[in-house]
């Protein structure tokens, strides 16, 4: 089960993206060989794709610390169909 550490810890990890990025510029003006166009199409290709991967860990990550959507604890139907009805007949009060 996660926990608000597991959730900071994904937060810490968007971060990752930002020295991904750093990495590249130096790369791209420090490199003892020209960078080709394709080189860093490809590169910022496989970076958005990882960006993507850990905006969806922490989304993750965030439904299961509050138990949202999948991670929502199991309720059985008929509890849950009394809690509409029950909620019907208090909007005809």
């Not at 020209?34 to 991967?53: C, Q, R």
């Not at 509890?79 to 909620?87: H, P, Q, T, Y």
């Amino acid at each position: 089960m996660a926990d608000r550490f597991a959730l900071e810890n994904c937060i810490m990890h968007m971060w990752n993206t930002k020295e991904d990025i750093d990495l590249l510029l130096t790369y791209y003006c420090d490199s003892p060989t020209p960078v080709t166009e394709d080189e860093i199409a490809n590169i910022l290709i496989g970076l958005s794709a990882i960006h993507n991967m850990r905006c969806e860990k922490l989304f993750d990550t965030f439904k299961a610390v509050f138990e949202l959507d999948e991670y929502r604890p199991n309720q059985d139907f008929e509890s849950l169909f009394e809690s509409v009805v029950e909620k019907k007949r208090n909007k005809k009060k």
